[in-house]
């Protein structure tokens, strides 16, 4: 019986393919939602939430890996800082500088009109959400004749994926991943029995944690992903498993959640994936993320500018193919020289202070 520490090869998976995929898949579920008012669903569960919860599955894995590779918490959190921070930021300063002068002049504004906006003008839109947390959607009034006026609405998500890695953060400085696995697995358990009471109604006071749906929603598919990893030794990577597992959550996805029957079997079917896809590609270039923060305010832009009249096909392929081209930009320009910083090194000092060498550059 292979288990999937022996079956998971770094250098040789699925893991790309699968979030490029979940990122499109997400990216074709809200051109949709913006531009026709309805999203593909299975059951009760549209299939983007799917798509979010496997991102989530899949950095649960790899980030409670690259915490016990990095042995130093300092350097966990530079890299995870480097990995969302600066394109968020860079997507928030596209947006105001550029999407919403445009999106200005598509609803016959000026362009400058977008800095001066009474409550929400652009310039505020990138200070108050800087911090992560998305505290305005709207940028100076802006709607569609249908009222959408959300510039992007899958920057949300990235709060709790920085929460996520706080836990891992938390976990690993007090040696839990390292010597008491067996506590993530318990965690699991009590947001999944939190999950349960929350959409069960049972939950007499107001607890702060289980009072967010979605922070339980996030932290429970992101937690089964790190447990999948620090339980790899003993996961057993068998397809009769594959095929019960996707009869599970075919079956939850009917239910109001899927995550209260399917969310065990649902991480079982993303590791699954990431070892036995055959598509085993890892391109120099990420995608994943710039396509997923950018693809929303392309779909507003076409959505002003009238692209529904193409039909829904025409208008999810081009706002598909428009976000990849900025997914690139964005990588080529953000994310991969930001990525190429983190494993630098400040320049060590002679006594005296004077420098010896440059930046120790860690492959």
């Known amino acids: 019986m292979e288990t999937l520490a022996q079956a998971f090869d770094p250098r040789r998976n699925s893991l790309a393919v699968l979030r490029l995929g979940f990122a499109a898949v997400v990216a074709v579920a809200h051109a949709l939602a913006v531009g026709f008012g309805w999203q593909p669903h299975l059951g ?28 130093a918490p300092g350097r966990f959190v530079w890299h995870r800082f480097l990995r969302i921070m600066p394109g968020f930021w860079v997507c928030l300063v596209v947006t105001a500088l550029v999407v919403a002068p445009l999106a200005a002049v598509l609803v016959g504004r000026t362009p400058g009109s977008v800095f001066t906006a009474g409550e929400d003008p652009a310039w505020r839109y990138v ?3 800087a911090a992560l947390p998305v505290l305005q959607y709207e940028i100076a009034g802006i709607a569609a004749d249908d009222g959408e006026s959300v510039f992007d609405g899958s920057l949300w998500t990235l709060q709790y994926e920085a929460f996520c890695y706080g836990v891992v953060w938390v976990l690993g400085v007090t040696a839990v991943l390292r010597r008491e696995r067996g506590v993530v697995l318990a965690v699991c358990v009590a947001v999944w029995a939190g999950t349960l009471l929350e959409h ?60 209260v029957v399917g969310a065990l079997s ?85 006594p005296g202070g004077r420098r010896r060498g440059g930046p120790d550059l860690l492959v």
């Open 266 to 350: 649902f991480a079982y079917l993303c590791v699954y994936g990431m070892v036995r896809l055959p598509l085993r590609w890892t391109p120099s270039w990420d995608l994943s993320y710039g396509l997923y923060v950018y693809h929303w305010p392309v779909q507003l832009l076409l959505l002003l500018a009238g692209g529904t009249a193409l039909g829904s096909v025409a208008y999810v392929l081009v706002s598909l193919g428009a976000a990849l081209v900025l997914a690139a930009l964005s990588w080529v320009a953000v994310e991969g020289p930001a990525l190429r910083l983190k494993d630098a090194r400040p320049p060590a000092l002679r």
């Open 44 to 71: 009760a569960t549209a299939l983007g939430d799917l798509a979010v919860d496997g991102f989530f599955v899949l950095s649960g894995f790899l980030v409670t890996r690259s915490f016990l590779r990095l042995e």
């Open 200 to 259: 069960a109604g049972l939950i007499p006071f107001d607890v702060p944690l289980l009072a967010n749906d979605q922070l339980l929603r996030f932290l429970l598919v992101f937690l089964l992903g790190a447990a999948g990893f620090l339980f790899a030794d003993v996961v057993p990577v068998r397809a009769s498993w594959a095929v019960m597992s996707a009869v599970v959550v075919l079956a939850g996805a009917f239910l109001p959640d899927h995550r």
């Open 127 to 129: 200070v108050v959400n």
